[in-house]
Protein backbone atom coordinates (compact mmCIF):
# COMPACT_ATOMS: atom_id res chain seq x y z
CA UNK A 1 0.00 0.00 0.00
CA UNK A 2 0.97 3.31 -0.34
CA UNK A 3 1.97 5.60 2.38
CA UNK A 4 0.48 8.87 0.73
CA UNK A 5 -3.12 9.02 1.17
CA UNK A 6 -4.82 9.59 -2.72
CA UNK A 7 -6.46 12.53 -3.42
CA UNK A 8 -10.20 12.24 -5.04
CA UNK A 9 -10.89 14.24 -8.25
CA UNK A 10 -13.38 16.34 -7.69
CA UNK A 11 -16.26 16.85 -10.30
CA UNK A 12 -17.12 19.61 -11.99
CA UNK A 13 -20.80 20.40 -11.66
CA UNK A 14 -23.25 22.06 -14.19
CA UNK A 15 -26.22 24.57 -14.85
CA UNK A 16 -27.45 22.13 -17.51
CA UNK A 17 -28.99 18.84 -17.91
CA UNK A 18 -27.48 16.24 -20.82
CA UNK A 19 -27.67 17.52 -24.20
CA UNK A 20 -30.41 16.35 -26.42
CA UNK A 21 -29.70 14.94 -30.31
CA UNK A 22 -29.74 17.72 -32.91
CA UNK A 23 -32.04 17.85 -35.07
CA UNK A 24 -30.95 20.96 -37.58
CA UNK A 25 -33.62 22.43 -39.56
CA UNK A 26 -33.90 25.88 -41.75
CA UNK A 27 -34.45 29.17 -39.72
CA UNK A 28 -38.24 30.06 -39.49
CA UNK A 29 -39.17 33.17 -42.06
CA UNK A 30 -38.09 36.39 -39.88
CA UNK A 31 -38.77 38.73 -42.34
CA UNK A 32 -42.86 39.78 -43.16
CA UNK A 33 -44.50 38.85 -46.24
CA UNK A 34 -45.24 42.03 -48.11
CA UNK A 35 -48.68 41.48 -48.27
CA UNK A 36 -48.54 42.61 -44.88
CA UNK A 37 -47.40 45.84 -45.61
CA UNK A 38 -49.67 46.57 -48.30
CA UNK A 39 -52.97 45.38 -45.93
CA UNK A 40 -51.80 47.65 -43.32
CA UNK A 41 -51.37 50.19 -46.04
CA UNK A 42 -54.53 49.56 -47.35
CA UNK A 43 -56.34 50.64 -44.21
CA UNK A 44 -54.90 54.16 -43.68
CA UNK A 45 -54.17 55.03 -39.68
CA UNK A 46 -57.48 54.05 -38.66
CA UNK A 47 -57.87 50.98 -39.76
CA UNK A 48 -60.49 51.28 -42.46
CA UNK A 49 -61.12 48.30 -44.94
CA UNK A 50 -64.02 47.82 -47.31
CA UNK A 51 -65.67 44.20 -46.49
CA UNK A 52 -63.73 43.32 -49.62
CA UNK A 53 -60.65 43.82 -48.31
CA UNK A 54 -61.20 42.05 -45.55
CA UNK A 55 -62.51 38.81 -47.33
CA UNK A 56 -59.58 38.77 -49.03
CA UNK A 57 -57.19 39.72 -45.89
CA UNK A 58 -59.03 37.25 -43.78
CA UNK A 59 -58.14 34.45 -46.78
CA UNK A 60 -53.87 35.72 -46.87
CA UNK A 61 -54.38 35.34 -43.09
CA UNK A 62 -56.06 31.68 -43.58
CA UNK A 63 -52.50 30.69 -45.35
CA UNK A 64 -54.79 30.40 -48.97
CA UNK A 65 -52.82 32.90 -51.05
CA UNK A 66 -53.27 31.36 -54.48
CA UNK A 67 -56.73 30.16 -54.52
CA UNK A 68 -59.11 33.38 -55.45
CA UNK A 69 -62.17 31.39 -55.88
CA UNK A 70 -63.02 31.53 -52.13
CA UNK A 71 -62.92 35.49 -52.35
CA UNK A 72 -65.15 35.39 -55.58
CA UNK A 73 -67.21 32.95 -53.25
CA UNK A 74 -67.97 35.25 -49.96
CA UNK A 75 -68.45 38.24 -53.21
CA UNK A 76 -70.75 35.33 -54.15
CA UNK A 77 -72.55 35.24 -50.67
CA UNK A 78 -72.61 38.61 -50.10
CA UNK A 79 -74.11 39.43 -53.79
CA UNK A 80 -76.82 36.56 -53.12
CA UNK A 81 -77.67 37.90 -49.20
CA UNK A 82 -78.28 41.49 -50.63
CA UNK A 83 -80.71 39.95 -53.42
CA UNK A 84 -82.73 37.74 -51.49
CA UNK A 85 -86.19 38.94 -51.98
CA UNK A 86 -86.69 38.11 -48.33
CA UNK A 87 -84.09 40.85 -47.14
CA UNK A 88 -85.26 42.87 -44.40
CA UNK A 89 -85.18 46.56 -44.75
CA UNK A 90 -84.17 47.35 -41.24
CA UNK A 91 -80.73 46.96 -39.94
CA UNK A 92 -81.45 44.57 -37.01
CA UNK A 93 -83.22 42.53 -39.09
CA UNK A 94 -80.86 42.41 -41.16
CA UNK A 95 -78.07 41.75 -39.08
CA UNK A 96 -79.75 38.83 -37.81
CA UNK A 97 -80.65 37.79 -41.10
CA UNK A 98 -77.32 37.05 -41.94
CA UNK A 99 -76.50 34.75 -38.98
CA UNK A 100 -79.31 32.63 -40.05
CA UNK A 101 -78.28 32.88 -43.73
CA UNK A 102 -74.79 31.98 -42.61
CA UNK A 103 -75.83 28.72 -40.93
CA UNK A 104 -78.88 27.89 -43.38
CA UNK A 105 -75.99 27.46 -46.29
CA UNK A 106 -72.67 27.82 -44.68
CA UNK A 107 -71.84 26.71 -41.76
CA UNK A 108 -72.41 22.66 -41.07
CA UNK A 109 -70.40 22.10 -37.61
CA UNK A 110 -68.20 23.84 -35.04
CA UNK A 111 -65.12 22.95 -34.63
CA UNK A 112 -62.81 24.51 -32.09
CA UNK A 113 -59.36 24.70 -33.46
CA UNK A 114 -61.30 25.05 -37.26
CA UNK A 115 -60.26 29.07 -37.25
CA UNK A 116 -59.66 29.13 -41.17
CA UNK A 117 -61.89 30.86 -43.95
CA UNK A 118 -61.11 28.77 -46.83
CA UNK A 119 -61.86 25.89 -44.64
CA UNK A 120 -65.11 27.08 -43.44
CA UNK A 121 -66.05 27.74 -47.13
CA UNK A 122 -65.36 23.98 -48.36
CA UNK A 123 -66.29 22.14 -45.63
CA UNK A 124 -68.42 24.03 -43.49
CA UNK A 125 -66.61 23.62 -40.25
CA UNK A 126 -65.99 26.90 -38.05
CA UNK A 127 -65.27 28.27 -34.88
CA UNK A 128 -65.90 31.37 -33.17
CA UNK A 129 -62.95 33.26 -34.88
CA UNK A 130 -63.81 32.20 -38.62
CA UNK A 131 -67.77 32.50 -38.00
CA UNK A 132 -67.12 36.22 -36.80
CA UNK A 133 -64.99 37.16 -39.32
CA UNK A 134 -67.43 36.02 -42.04
CA UNK A 135 -70.11 37.67 -40.26
CA UNK A 136 -68.04 40.79 -39.94
CA UNK A 137 -67.24 40.51 -43.85
CA UNK A 138 -71.28 40.60 -44.32
CA UNK A 139 -72.62 43.06 -42.37
CA UNK A 140 -70.06 45.32 -44.05
CA UNK A 141 -70.95 44.12 -47.28
CA UNK A 142 -74.49 45.36 -46.29
CA UNK A 143 -73.53 48.52 -44.94
CA UNK A 144 -73.83 47.51 -41.03
CA UNK A 145 -70.81 48.18 -39.02
CA UNK A 146 -69.43 45.87 -36.36
CA UNK A 147 -66.76 45.13 -34.00
CA UNK A 148 -64.98 42.13 -32.55
CA UNK A 149 -65.34 41.31 -29.03
CA UNK A 150 -62.76 38.77 -27.16
CA UNK A 151 -62.74 37.12 -23.65
CA UNK A 152 -60.45 35.01 -21.84
CA UNK A 153 -60.96 32.08 -25.03
CA UNK A 154 -63.64 33.14 -26.98
CA UNK A 155 -64.66 35.71 -29.37
CA UNK A 156 -68.01 36.97 -30.93
CA UNK A 157 -69.20 40.53 -32.38
CA UNK A 158 -71.12 43.47 -32.08
CA UNK A 159 -73.16 45.02 -34.10
CA UNK A 160 -73.69 48.31 -34.25
CA UNK A 161 -77.19 49.44 -35.18
CA UNK A 162 -79.42 52.81 -34.59
CA UNK A 163 -76.61 53.93 -31.61
CA UNK A 164 -77.34 50.69 -29.83
CA UNK A 165 -74.27 47.76 -29.71
CA UNK A 166 -75.88 44.16 -29.98
CA UNK A 167 -73.77 41.45 -29.01
CA UNK A 168 -73.73 38.57 -31.89
CA UNK A 169 -72.47 34.47 -30.97
CA UNK A 170 -71.69 33.55 -34.68
CA UNK A 171 -71.13 30.36 -33.03
CA UNK A 172 -74.95 30.05 -32.48
CA UNK A 173 -77.95 30.40 -35.04
CA UNK A 174 -79.88 32.29 -32.69
CA UNK A 175 -77.08 34.11 -31.82
CA UNK A 176 -78.12 37.16 -32.30
CA UNK A 177 -79.03 39.31 -28.81
CA UNK A 178 -78.36 36.14 -27.04
CA UNK A 179 -78.97 37.51 -23.19
CA UNK A 180 -82.29 36.74 -22.92
CA UNK A 181 -82.64 33.88 -25.74
CA UNK A 182 -83.74 30.68 -24.49
CA UNK A 183 -82.72 28.75 -27.51
CA UNK A 184 -79.24 30.22 -27.86
CA UNK A 185 -78.29 29.23 -23.73
CA UNK A 186 -80.24 25.78 -24.72
CA UNK A 187 -77.73 24.91 -27.42
CA UNK A 188 -74.08 27.40 -27.05
CA UNK A 189 -72.06 25.83 -23.92
CA UNK A 190 -73.15 22.21 -25.09
CA UNK A 191 -71.85 22.94 -28.66
CA UNK A 192 -68.67 25.38 -27.91
CA UNK A 193 -67.70 24.52 -24.22
CA UNK A 194 -67.67 28.93 -23.83
CA UNK A 195 -70.07 30.70 -21.36
CA UNK A 196 -71.97 34.13 -22.98
CA UNK A 197 -70.26 37.04 -21.16
CA UNK A 198 -73.03 39.83 -21.41
CA UNK A 199 -71.72 43.40 -21.77
CA UNK A 200 -71.97 44.23 -18.31
CA UNK A 201 -69.27 42.02 -17.50
CA UNK A 202 -66.79 44.29 -18.92
CA UNK A 203 -64.07 43.28 -17.29
CA UNK A 204 -64.40 39.78 -18.93
CA UNK A 205 -65.06 41.18 -22.15
CA UNK A 206 -62.69 43.70 -24.92
CA UNK A 207 -63.89 44.99 -27.83
CA UNK A 208 -61.46 45.02 -30.87
CA UNK A 209 -61.92 46.74 -34.36
CA UNK A 210 -62.59 44.59 -37.60
CA UNK A 211 -58.35 43.61 -38.30
CA UNK A 212 -57.59 42.92 -34.82
CA UNK A 213 -60.87 40.64 -34.98
CA UNK A 214 -59.67 39.23 -38.25
CA UNK A 215 -55.97 38.48 -37.24
CA UNK A 216 -57.08 36.39 -34.61
CA UNK A 217 -57.28 33.54 -37.26
CA UNK A 218 -53.45 34.55 -36.87
CA UNK A 219 -53.38 33.91 -33.40
CA UNK A 220 -55.37 30.38 -34.00
CA UNK A 221 -52.90 29.23 -36.41
CA UNK A 222 -49.94 30.16 -34.05
CA UNK A 223 -51.38 28.29 -31.23
CA UNK A 224 -52.67 24.92 -32.80
CA UNK A 225 -48.76 24.98 -34.74
CA UNK A 226 -47.58 25.45 -30.73
CA UNK A 227 -49.84 23.04 -29.90
CA UNK A 228 -48.45 20.38 -31.72
CA UNK A 229 -44.40 21.64 -31.03
CA UNK A 230 -44.48 23.08 -34.44
CA UNK A 231 -42.63 26.61 -32.91
CA UNK A 232 -40.94 27.28 -35.95
CA UNK A 233 -43.65 26.81 -38.15
CA UNK A 234 -45.57 29.47 -35.92
CA UNK A 235 -42.83 32.25 -36.04
CA UNK A 236 -43.79 33.64 -39.61
CA UNK A 237 -47.43 33.62 -38.87
CA UNK A 238 -46.48 35.94 -35.52
CA UNK A 239 -44.18 37.93 -37.54
CA UNK A 240 -47.02 38.84 -40.52
CA UNK A 241 -50.02 39.27 -37.97
CA UNK A 242 -47.41 42.47 -35.86
CA UNK A 243 -46.50 43.59 -39.53
CA UNK A 244 -50.70 43.57 -40.23
CA UNK A 245 -51.54 45.89 -37.33
CA UNK A 246 -48.60 47.65 -36.81
CA UNK A 247 -47.04 48.10 -39.86
CA UNK A 248 -43.31 49.04 -39.54
CA UNK A 249 -40.30 48.12 -40.33
CA UNK A 250 -39.03 46.70 -37.50
CA UNK A 251 -42.16 46.18 -36.68
CA UNK A 252 -42.36 48.60 -33.01
CA UNK A 253 -44.34 47.79 -29.92
CA UNK A 254 -47.97 49.40 -29.95
CA UNK A 255 -49.50 51.39 -26.47
CA UNK A 256 -51.76 48.20 -25.65
CA UNK A 257 -51.92 47.41 -21.98
CA UNK A 258 -50.25 44.47 -20.69
CA UNK A 259 -53.09 43.32 -18.88
CA UNK A 260 -54.83 43.72 -22.25
CA UNK A 261 -57.25 40.15 -23.17
CA UNK A 262 -55.95 41.68 -26.97
CA UNK A 263 -51.96 40.95 -26.40
CA UNK A 264 -49.67 43.37 -27.88
CA UNK A 265 -48.68 41.92 -30.83
CA UNK A 266 -45.07 43.24 -31.30
CA UNK A 267 -44.73 41.07 -27.44
CA UNK A 268 -46.43 38.26 -28.90
CA UNK A 269 -44.02 38.29 -31.90
CA UNK A 270 -41.43 38.20 -29.23
CA UNK A 271 -42.69 35.23 -27.36
CA UNK A 272 -43.14 32.67 -30.62
CA UNK A 273 -39.31 33.69 -31.83
CA UNK A 274 -37.95 32.87 -27.99
CA UNK A 275 -40.35 29.67 -28.22
CA UNK A 276 -38.18 28.51 -31.24
CA UNK A 277 -35.11 29.90 -29.97
CA UNK A 278 -35.76 27.99 -26.86
CA UNK A 279 -36.71 24.33 -29.30
CA UNK A 280 -32.84 25.08 -30.55
CA UNK A 281 -31.78 25.17 -26.96
CA UNK A 282 -33.52 21.90 -25.73
CA UNK A 283 -31.67 20.46 -28.62
CA UNK A 284 -28.41 21.18 -27.37
CA UNK A 285 -28.08 23.32 -30.42
CA UNK A 286 -26.43 26.17 -28.69
CA UNK A 287 -24.84 27.88 -31.59
CA UNK A 288 -27.49 27.65 -33.58
CA UNK A 289 -29.40 29.41 -30.94
CA UNK A 290 -27.39 31.85 -30.61
CA UNK A 291 -27.26 32.72 -34.50
CA UNK A 292 -31.23 33.05 -34.66
CA UNK A 293 -31.07 35.48 -31.49
CA UNK A 294 -27.86 38.04 -33.57
CA UNK A 295 -31.01 37.64 -36.57
CA UNK A 296 -33.75 37.87 -34.56
CA UNK A 297 -32.40 41.05 -32.34
CA UNK A 298 -31.46 43.00 -34.98
CA UNK A 299 -35.27 43.05 -36.32
CA UNK A 300 -37.16 42.81 -33.01
CA UNK A 301 -35.31 44.58 -30.05
CA UNK A 302 -36.03 44.33 -26.74
CA UNK A 303 -33.34 44.67 -24.23
CA UNK A 304 -34.89 42.27 -21.10
CA UNK A 305 -36.19 39.75 -23.41
CA UNK A 306 -33.34 39.05 -25.02
CA UNK A 307 -30.64 39.35 -22.01
CA UNK A 308 -32.51 36.84 -20.72
CA UNK A 309 -32.43 34.29 -23.60
CA UNK A 310 -28.78 34.74 -24.53
CA UNK A 311 -28.14 34.08 -20.43
CA UNK A 312 -30.60 30.70 -21.05
CA UNK A 313 -27.92 30.20 -24.66
CA UNK A 314 -24.80 31.21 -23.19
CA UNK A 315 -25.10 29.12 -20.00
CA UNK A 316 -25.96 26.00 -21.71
CA UNK A 317 -22.60 26.44 -24.15
CA UNK A 318 -20.74 27.36 -21.20
CA UNK A 319 -21.84 24.17 -19.53
CA UNK A 320 -20.56 21.75 -22.72
CA UNK A 321 -17.12 23.26 -22.35
CA UNK A 322 -17.18 22.44 -19.06
CA UNK A 323 -17.93 18.75 -19.61
CA UNK A 324 -15.19 18.72 -21.85
CA UNK A 325 -13.19 20.06 -19.31
CA UNK A 326 -12.40 23.11 -21.93
CA UNK A 327 -12.20 25.59 -19.42
CA UNK A 328 -10.20 28.51 -21.20
CA UNK A 329 -12.47 27.65 -24.20
CA UNK A 330 -15.28 28.55 -21.88
CA UNK A 331 -13.89 31.85 -20.67
CA UNK A 332 -12.85 33.18 -23.94
CA UNK A 333 -17.02 32.53 -24.82
CA UNK A 334 -17.78 33.61 -21.96
CA UNK A 335 -16.13 37.13 -22.81
CA UNK A 336 -16.96 37.45 -26.39
CA UNK A 337 -20.99 37.22 -24.73
CA UNK A 338 -20.57 39.59 -22.18
CA UNK A 339 -22.05 42.61 -23.31
CA UNK A 340 -25.57 40.54 -24.72
CA UNK A 341 -26.31 39.22 -21.12
CA UNK A 342 -27.12 41.01 -17.46
CA UNK A 343 -24.16 41.89 -15.41
CA UNK A 344 -26.20 39.72 -12.23
CA UNK A 345 -26.29 36.77 -15.02
CA UNK A 346 -22.31 37.44 -16.02
CA UNK A 347 -20.94 37.26 -12.40
CA UNK A 348 -22.99 33.90 -11.99
CA UNK A 349 -21.22 32.34 -15.02
CA UNK A 350 -17.73 34.03 -14.13
CA UNK A 351 -18.44 32.68 -10.45
CA UNK A 352 -18.80 29.09 -12.30
CA UNK A 353 -15.80 29.25 -14.45
CA UNK A 354 -14.09 30.64 -11.82
CA UNK A 355 -14.54 27.36 -9.73
CA UNK A 356 -13.99 25.32 -12.21
CA UNK A 357 -10.80 26.59 -12.46
CA UNK A 358 -10.10 26.14 -8.78
CA UNK A 359 -11.57 22.81 -9.34
CA UNK A 360 -9.30 22.04 -12.06
CA UNK A 361 -5.99 23.15 -10.39
CA UNK A 362 -7.29 20.51 -7.56
CA UNK A 363 -8.01 17.75 -9.97
CA UNK A 364 -4.74 18.82 -11.68
CA UNK A 365 -2.58 18.38 -8.09
CA UNK A 366 -4.77 15.31 -7.38
CA UNK A 367 -3.47 13.11 -10.43
CA UNK A 368 0.28 14.06 -10.07
CA UNK A 369 0.04 13.50 -6.63
CA UNK A 370 -1.83 9.90 -6.72
CA UNK A 371 1.03 8.89 -9.40
CA UNK A 372 3.41 10.14 -6.82
CA UNK A 373 5.18 13.11 -8.54
CA UNK A 374 5.06 15.00 -5.71
CA UNK A 375 7.36 18.00 -7.19
CA UNK A 376 4.87 18.78 -10.30
CA UNK A 377 1.87 18.40 -8.30
CA UNK A 378 3.22 21.16 -5.60
CA UNK A 379 4.33 23.45 -8.68
CA UNK A 380 0.30 23.06 -10.46
CA UNK A 381 -0.59 23.38 -6.73
CA UNK A 382 1.46 26.75 -6.45
CA UNK A 383 -0.01 28.10 -9.69
CA UNK A 384 -3.06 27.65 -8.25
CA UNK A 385 -2.81 29.16 -5.11
CA UNK A 386 -1.23 32.33 -6.36
CA UNK A 387 -4.36 32.18 -8.76
CA UNK A 388 -6.81 31.06 -5.47
CA UNK A 389 -5.32 32.24 -2.50
CA UNK A 390 -8.15 31.89 -0.34
CA UNK A 391 -9.76 28.76 -2.04
CA UNK A 392 -10.66 25.72 0.67
CA UNK A 393 -9.61 22.54 -1.52
CA UNK A 394 -6.73 24.31 -2.43
CA UNK A 395 -5.86 25.47 1.15
CA UNK A 396 -5.83 21.65 1.91
CA UNK A 397 -4.08 20.30 -0.73
CA UNK A 398 -1.21 22.88 0.79
CA UNK A 399 -1.98 20.92 3.96
CA UNK A 400 -1.72 17.20 2.56
CA UNK A 401 1.80 18.78 1.62
CA UNK A 402 2.78 19.62 4.41
CA UNK A 403 1.68 16.84 6.57
CA UNK A 404 4.06 14.42 4.42
CA UNK A 405 7.10 16.58 5.15
CA UNK A 406 6.87 15.91 8.46
Given at each position: ???????????????????????RTASPRLEPDPKAFEYHQMGGSQGNYTWQELAEISLWASGNTANTSDLQRIITIAETIKADPDFPASQSAQAEFILNYMHRNILRSYSLHQTR????????????????????????????????VITKDHAFVIANIDGNAVDVETTN??????????????????ATGFAYVPAQNYRDRQTINQIELVSLIFNNRISEHERHSRFAEAVPLAVDRAALLLGS???MSSTIPQDALFKD????????????????????????????????????????KWKDFYFAAVNNRVSRFLRARQIEEARTFL???????SDAN?????????????????NRFATEWNKGNHAEAERILNEGLTEFPDNRQLLNNRATIERNRR
Open positions: MNRYSSITILLIFLLTSTIHAQNIDTMLSNGRFNCVSSAVLYTILCKAVGIDTSGRYGFDPGNRKEFHDQFGTSPVPYNELLDRISNYGSVLLRRGQEDEALQWANAASAIYPNTEESYKVFIYAQLDTVLLNARATDFH
